[in-house]
């Protein structure tokens, strides 16, 4: 009886299959359907579509978390280089040209005359402590205090309209390198390993380098994986220190210790025959794998007696400032590690260790005593790194991002000779694959106080940088306690008025 009720449902059709038996029915509802398919085709074609914004998740196995993966579309770069001054290096005084600032200068700000900022009340406007100047073809004005990175002007494209969400150091660090001002979230280096792995077996798919004089304040915030896979985090090392452990002890010889390579092998392969499934084990392999072949490409990486005596003059190794110099063996660096296919490099300018100001662009007090310290440090390394690049052609390939995690005001504090945090309008500039070169973009107001014209975000210029890698943003995804997480969270738009 019941198969027998169910062969008359099967042959009983459902009301809207009734409306296809009728001929009229059939041609109306047919058409219908027909033009729903051409509108979509058409709206698609015009862009007008509504994005697909199913997750991406990389494939990727704990045998092989390096090894390279496909973007989600055609990139126009393929490596990243983000240079941090920690600290945050003052738009005024550099980037930001503003001619109304420089006009009333001693005067209040308009409207912000009880204005209090992080460290408290603000005293006068005041106007630049280095003069600007016009600076290559396109006439960019760019003050004298980084007069190197200035003469780059032509290759640069500058984000004026830049805003943060914290005027605090450390969640204002934490959100330019995770997107998130709150600790425990992936740093935008980890995602992109995690999307893309690596271009160089021999080398960590992400390196931070950091100051000579130390680590910025949040330290390895920067470069931690948090609730992505281990395998994805920064590795840690500069030009003073390498990677340490890395070399054989002296009393074991290069037979013993290939030997004893050989037989860690087989016994690892041994034991995943019997135990297919163990992927923990599979990567702790890959891991000691990578520290073996690391032994190696990490210690000839760091070995810059390669380099022409022109090189490091050029960068300015030789210089009788000490921090100058090892600063700028970190710029070698990190132009070593991306010729190398490292895909993610983050190079830091500035350290918390040395306190307020005294290693870092963090100026309150005495803003230009300390900048005149601290400048010479950035100025010719930097510059020189970004003149590398261009010259060997890596800039075809590489978009290098030039960061601070907030501005400063236009304003000095009350009773001081510097500027306190301001995250409602700063400056950070791009160059390299898929930018336009000699370009300004968004503007702050007549003072540089707040961000007027064609707003930006770190989660804009994080969506960015991900596009340039061939990322989508809002698909590149990790599901973590029960929420789908992403680097730019739900927010972020690329700038496509910045990309070439």
Known sequence: MRRAASRQMLRTPTHAGRWLLNRRD?????????????LTTLLAEQGLLGADKTPIRPKWTPEHPGAPRSPHFTPKA??????????ALSHIDVWDYKPE???RHGQPLPGGEKLVTF????????????????RGQSGKMISD????????????????????????????ENQMSTGFTLEGF?????????????????????????DPRGVPQVGPNHWNSAF???????TAFNADKSIPNLETPSQIGSAADLASRDLLVLLNDRHLTRHPGDTDLSARIASYELAAKMQLSAAEVTDLSGESPAMLEFYGVNDLNPLK???????????????????????????????????????????????????????????ALVRDLKQRGLLDNTVVAFVTEFGRMPTFQKDASGRDHNPSGFTVWLTGAGVKRGFSYGATDDFGYKAVEDVATIYDLHATLLHLLGLNHERLSFYHNGTERRLTDVHGQVIHEVLS
């Open 145 to 172: 205090m980084l007069p190197r990175l200035a003469d780059l002007a032509d290759d640069l494209c500058f984000v004026h309209s830049m805003t943060a969400r914290s005027n605090t150091h450390g969640p204002a």
């Open 119 to 134: 460290q408290g009340a603000n005293g006068a406007l005041t106007k630049p402590l280095w003069e600007f100047r016009p």
């Open 26 to 38: 059939f041609l109306r509802l047919g058409g219908t359907g027909l033009g729903g398919i051409a």
């Open 325 to 383: 110099a090892r600063f700028a063996r970190n710029c070698i660096l990190a132009r070593r590690l991306l010729e190398r296919g490292v895909r993610f490099v983050q190079l830091f300018n500035g350290a918390y260790a040395m306190g307020e100001g005294v290693g870092n662009w963090d100026g309150h007090k005495t803003l230009k005593k300390q900048y005149e310290v601290h400048a010479p440090i950035l100025d010719q390394p930097c510059a």
């Open 228 to 234: 992505l896979p281990a395998a994805f985090q920064g």
């Open 186 to 210: 992936p740093s935008m280096g980890s995602w992109v390993s995690y999307a893309l792995g690596s271009e160089n077996q021999n080398l960590p798919s992400f390196v931070a380098i950091p």
């Open 101 to 103: 600032l420089i006009k």
């Open 78 to 87: 393929s490596r990243v280089l983000v240079i941090f001054c920690s600290g």
